[in-house]
């Protein structure tokens, strides 16, 4: 649609340019130019679906067990997934169990796999940076998960851009060790990054290439043999970037792929008995997998992450627009979305509110800069709305409304991006503190105001919350981000005017904090917490000293 926009316009300043415009579109669209694609994104519909399959101990596979995902914005059944049920799980727990303690490769073993994965990622990153490549994930992305054009297109390259960061001998690197001088001549000690072996990945909807990329690519880099589960709503995407990875040399045997429902994953985990398991999802999941792992896990769960505006003011179109993204952009699908808006009562006497409601209303369904919610359904969502106008105080700023006029099943959400006012004392009363910090995974946000003598409060309130993911402070008086930075703890927190919760990149680690679980993604930093552990060499090799003789006994 994007790219079909652009070509329209073309066609109004030059009708020479539109045919070349628009065949360039059909031979992007077309899958047989892509040799690792069997799926045209174009075609998926009732009458074409597309299947999904598993991966397992080097063979794509089919299973006896299908189940057919609906079309998120229409309702039209267009993706067959062969999901495998808990009989058919021995195979991937098998395949698991080949795999030794020390990994498929580490500094003593198989060293030359690191410049296999060097080599594979090279390749990788080539074949995302094509124009077609990218469109066609792009638009993958769009068709299971909706969201706009350039917000697919910015995990496409983000995902791309981490590839090239990890080409060529950048690999080995991550396995740099260190050597510690020992207490006399041929002791010395030596620190290596070491694999896990075996080790599950489980991923959620809302970014389908993204963050199963990256942390799918850090568990092969340290020698791990992963088992990949990414939500059935979205696997198609990750199936097909494995086909792709195949096409640029990765081994068929290194990493299986899983598709089931989550009771059959619990039984895969439990049996195959993977050495760690990253958890990217909701909280309650995380903490009974805690449970049934016996600690084995590294979570990126969920956040309900604040912003904090500062006494201030300026740029208020700038933050304004910001806010609008971090809340609302992939319909506030995001773990790292801003779920509460703190003002300081400067801001309050500005447009911003007001700024913001107007920004709210510019987007709409035909762009996907609004969209459906996959996880939480309308009546949940205008539920939550009347539980919290009922507390004191409160009042809706604009939203609370079901999108019109739309095709969106009932089995999803779809409402116009929302905020409620609350005062900051009623948010924290023991009775409402928890209604009001609970998470919508949606186009939803609190909003409230505080005084130069009520941060206490503020970091009170933000001191209760049980999820740190990210966080922003914008303010360039640097007195204040350093008192708030000081008192609090998200993983990520942005300081300064231009501050924002949302934002994943490449180049910088994204991830919670205050938690011992806690994963990280993207960086070296997280790809050696998360996927490798530590061991220590200590080599002993003399010589003797001159004239030893055996101590007596201690």
């Given at each position: 649609m994007y790219r079909l926009r652009v070509c329209t316009k073309l066609a109004a300043k030059d009708p020479r340019k539109t045919l070349n415009c628009l065949s360039s579109l059909q031979s992007l669209r077309s899958k047989h130019s892509l040799p690792f694609a069997t799926v045209d994104v174009d075609s998926l519909s009732g009458s074409q679906p597309a299947e999904v399959q598993n991966l397992v101990q080097g063979n794509w596979t089919k299973s006896s067990k299908w189940n057919t995902l609906v079309d998120p914005l229409n309702g039209e059944p267009f993706i067959k997934v062969s999901e495998i049920d808990e009989g058919g799980i021995q195979p991937f727990v098998d395949s698991l169990s080949k795999c030794p303690k020390h990994?498929?490769?580490?500094?003593f073993k198989a060293p030359e796999r690191y410049l296999l994965y060097g080599d594979i990622t090279t390749k990788a990153a080539h074949m995302l940076s094509l124009p077609e490549v990218s469109d066609f994930f792009t638009r993958l992305i769009q068709r299971v998960a909706?969201?706009?054009?350039?917000?697919?297109?910015?995990?496409?390259?983000?995902?791309?851009?981490f590839?090239?960061?990890?080409?060529?001998?950048q690999v080995r690197f991550l396995a740099r060790s260190f050597a510690v001088p020992g207490n006399h001549l041929g002791q010395q000690s030596h620190g290596f990054r070491w694999p896990y072996g075996p080790v599950a990945i489980i991923t959620p909807f809302n970014f389908p290439l993204e963050i199963p990329v990256l942390q799918l690519m850090g568990a092969l880099y340290m020698g791990n043999k992963p088992v990949l589960k990414v939500d059935s709503k979205v696997c198609i995407v990750m199936e097909?970037?494995?086909?792709?990875l195949h096409e640029c040399g990765l081994p068929m045997e290194d990493v299986d792929f899983i598709n089931s429902d989550g009771s059959t994953m619990n039984k895969l985990l439990l049996e195959g008995k993977p050495r760690m398991t990253l958890f990217t999802g909701s909280s309650r999941v995380a903490d009974l997998l805690a449970v049934d792992l016996k600690g084995r896990i590294k979570l990126e769960d969920a956040g309900f992450d604040w912003k904090i505006l500062g006494p201030d003011v300026q740029e208020v179109d700038y933050v304004a627009w910001v806010c609008d993204q971090d809340a609302y952009a992939c319909s506030g699908q995001k773990c790292s979305a801003q779920s509460m808006l703190f003002m300081h009562e400067n801001w309050s006497q500005s447009s911003l509110v007001k700024?913001?409601?107007?920004?709210?209303?510019r987007r709409k369904l035909e762009d996907l800069t609004i969209g459906?919610?996959?996880?939480?359904t309308t009546e949940r969502m205008l539920e939550h709305l009347r539980k919290l106008l009922k507390i004191p105080g409160s009042k809706l700023l604009f939203g609370g409304e079901a999108l019109a006029n739309h095709k969106i099943p009932s089995v999803y959400g779809a409402i116009k991006p929302t905020a409620v006012f609350v005062?900051?004392?009623?948010?924290?009363?023991?009775?409402n503190y928890e209604l009001v910090t609970t998470e919508i995974f949606g186009p939803f946000q609190i909003v409230t105001e505080y005084k130069d003598n009520q941060l206490a409060m503020v970091l009170d309130a933000v001191e209760r919350m049980h999820a740190h993911l990210t966080a922003a402070v914008v303010s360039n008086d640097v007195l204040f981000p350093q008192e708030v930075i000081g008192s609090t703890v998200n993983g990520t927190t942005y300081a300064g005017l231009r501050a924002r919760t949302t934002g994943a990149p490449q180049n910088h680690w994204f991830g919670p904090a205050g938690d011992p679980r806690g994963a990280g993604i993207g960086t070296p930093e997280a790809i050696k917490l998360v996927w490798s552990c530590h061991r220590e060499v200590i080599y002993d090799i003399g010589p003797m000293p001159t004239n030893w003789k055996l101590p007596a006994s201690t």
């Amino acid at each position: 649609m994007y790219r079909l926009r652009v070509c329209t316009k073309l066609a109004a300043k030059d009708p020479r340019k539109t045919l070349n415009c628009l065949s360039s579109l059909q031979s992007l669209r077309s899958k047989h130019s892509l040799p690792f694609a069997t799926v045209d994104v174009d075609s998926l519909s009732g009458s074409q679906p597309a299947e999904v399959q598993n991966l397992v101990q080097g063979n794509w596979t089919k299973s006896s067990k299908w189940n057919t995902l609906v079309d998120p914005l229409n309702g039209e059944p267009f993706i067959k997934v062969s999901e495998i049920d808990e009989g058919g799980i021995q195979p991937f727990v098998d395949s698991l169990s080949k795999c030794p303690k020390h990994g498929l490769h580490n500094p003593f073993k198989a060293p030359e796999r690191y410049l296999l994965y060097g080599d594979i990622t090279t390749k990788a990153a080539h074949m995302l940076s094509l124009p077609e490549v990218s469109d066609f994930f792009t638009r993958l992305i769009q068709r299971v998960a909706p969201k706009s054009y350039q917000q697919a297109h910015g995990e496409v390259y983000v995902t791309q851009k981490f590839l090239e960061n990890f080409c060529g001998d950048q690999v080995r690197f991550l396995a740099r060790s260190f050597a510690v001088p020992g207490n006399h001549l041929g002791q010395q000690s030596h620190g290596f990054r070491w694999p896990y072996g075996p080790v599950a990945i489980i991923t959620p909807f809302n970014f389908p290439l993204e963050i199963p990329v990256l942390q799918l690519m850090g568990a092969l880099y340290m020698g791990n043999k992963p088992v990949l589960k990414v939500d059935s709503k979205v696997c198609i995407v990750m199936e097909q970037m494995l086909r792709l990875l195949h096409e640029c040399g990765l081994p068929m045997e290194d990493v299986d792929f899983i598709n089931s429902d989550g009771s059959t994953m619990n039984k895969l985990l439990l049996e195959g008995k993977p050495r760690m398991t990253l958890f990217t999802g909701s909280s309650r999941v995380a903490d009974l997998l805690a449970v049934d792992l016996k600690g084995r896990i590294k979570l990126e769960d969920a956040g309900f992450d604040w912003k904090i505006l500062g006494p201030d003011v300026q740029e208020v179109d700038y933050v304004a627009w910001v806010c609008d993204q971090d809340a609302y952009a992939c319909s506030g699908q995001k773990c790292s979305a801003q779920s509460m808006l703190f003002m300081h009562e400067n801001w309050s006497q500005s447009s911003l509110v007001k700024q913001l409601g107007n920004l709210a209303a510019r987007r709409k369904l035909e762009d996907l800069t609004i969209g459906p919610v996959l996880t939480v359904t309308t009546e949940r969502m205008l539920e939550h709305l009347r539980k919290l106008l009922k507390i004191p105080g409160s009042k809706l700023l604009f939203g609370g409304e079901a999108l019109a006029n739309h095709k969106i099943p009932s089995v999803y959400g779809a409402i116009k991006p929302t905020a409620v006012f609350v005062p900051l004392d009623e948010i924290l009363k023991d009775g409402n503190y928890e209604l009001v910090t609970t998470e919508i995974f949606g186009p939803f946000q609190i909003v409230t105001e505080y005084k130069d003598n009520q941060l206490a409060m503020v970091l009170d309130a933000v001191e209760r919350m049980h999820a740190h993911l990210t966080a922003a402070v914008v303010s360039n008086d640097v007195l204040f981000p350093q008192e708030v930075i000081g008192s609090t703890v998200n993983g990520t927190t942005y300081a300064g005017l231009r501050a924002r919760t949302t934002g994943a990149p490449q180049n910088h680690w994204f991830g919670p904090a205050g938690d011992p679980r806690g994963a990280g993604i993207g960086t070296p930093e997280a790809i050696k917490l998360v996927w490798s552990c530590h061991r220590e060499v200590i080599y002993d090799i003399g010589p003797m000293p001159t004239n030893w003789k055996l101590p007596a006994s201690t």
